[in-house]
């Protein structure tokens, strides 16, 4: 049972939920006002937690405890180092491209010639030495490279590979040399292309055997400005960059031509080219 005391200007009030025994005055209570000492017997003192509390510890023990996602210290120094690290690179780079000002080198068709099949030039030795390699048309093309850049060389290595096209159709196949391009400088290189055992296309080999006199081609440009035969040619050049005494790794360098000739013939002249890199 619960007693309450309330305490009013000299007097004291008591709330009972039970009838209780009442409490025998002490002998030295005064009356009137002032101080009043009240003693309760000790079988009368409840120590019974009001029920509201029971409410409140059922509901702490429902709540289960909810775990915080925390990482580990080495995880956030390892995302720290990743992203400055990045930063760092992306810097350099952004030097590097405004001090060096990269840009790619240019490449023009000069010349073409095309050796036919069974044509055999030299001493008798030479031409047993070739007669093997010289089963199928060989065309050689001159090519010219320029390289724009002011602070960077250009070293193009082994392992190209290069194929001559007509209307899409693979007729020869050749390995590029190798070649050092300087700075704000230009070189020419030889790219020998051999055919295979493919049928050529038809417009291919009655160009070859084409025996007009100069006078007849002129006449045949004047009246046809598209004449002649269009080829295109795909380079892959291994190469590296050199900056002073810095070199980049080995990188590809893609090169698209389509040019046109006259003629496959002798006396082959370019009447039209253009290349991208």
């Known amino acids: 049972m619960e007693k309450r005391v309330t305490f009013t200007a000299g007097r004291v009030k008591q709330k009972h939920s039970a009838p209780t025994p009442k409490p025998t005055p002490s002998p030295e209570l005064a009356s009137g006002p002032g101080t009043y000492i009240i003693q309760f017997p000790k079988e009368q003192i409840y120590r019974v937690p009001p029920p509201e509390n029971a409410l409140i510890v059922e509901q702490h023990r429902e709540q289960k405890p909810t775990k915080k996602a925390t990482f580990p210290p080495w995880l956030l120094k390892l995302l720290v180092f990743v992203l400055v690290f990045i930063l760092i690179l992306g810097i350099i780079v952004a030097l590097f491209y405004a001090i060096v000002q990269p840009r790619s080198p240019k490449f023009y068709v000069h010349r073409v010639s095309v050796k036919k099949p069974g044509s055999q030039h030299g001493d008798a030795r030479s031409r047993r030495h070739h007669r093997h390699h010289h089963q199928f048309p060989q065309y050689v093309i001159t090519l010219k490279a320029e390289n724009p850049n002011k602070r960077m060389d250009i070293f193009y290595l082994k392992g190209g590979h290069a194929t001559l096209s007509f209307r899409k159709s693979q007729i020869a196949t050749g390995k590029p040399p190798t070649f050092y391009l300087r700075t704000k400088n230009s070189t ?35 009246n ?18 050199e900056i002073g005494l810095l070199q980049s790794w080995t990188t590809n360098e893609a090169v698209a031509c389509k040019f046109r000739v006259d003629t496959l013939a002798e006396g082959t002249h370019v009447m039209s080219q253009r290349c991208q890199t």
């Not at 790219?191 to 007009?212: C, Q």
């Not at 046809?224 to 960059?241: A, D, H, M, T, V």
């Open 188 to 222: 020419t290189f030889r790219l020998v292309l051999t055919g295979s055992d493919v049928v050529l296309p038809y417009e291919i080999k009655k160009n070859m055997n084409d025996h007009e006199s100069k006078k007849e081609k002129r006449k045949k440009k004047k």
């Open 224 to 241: 046809k400005k598209q004449s002649g035969i269009e080829l295109s040619l795909s380079i892959n050049l291994p190469k590296k960059k």
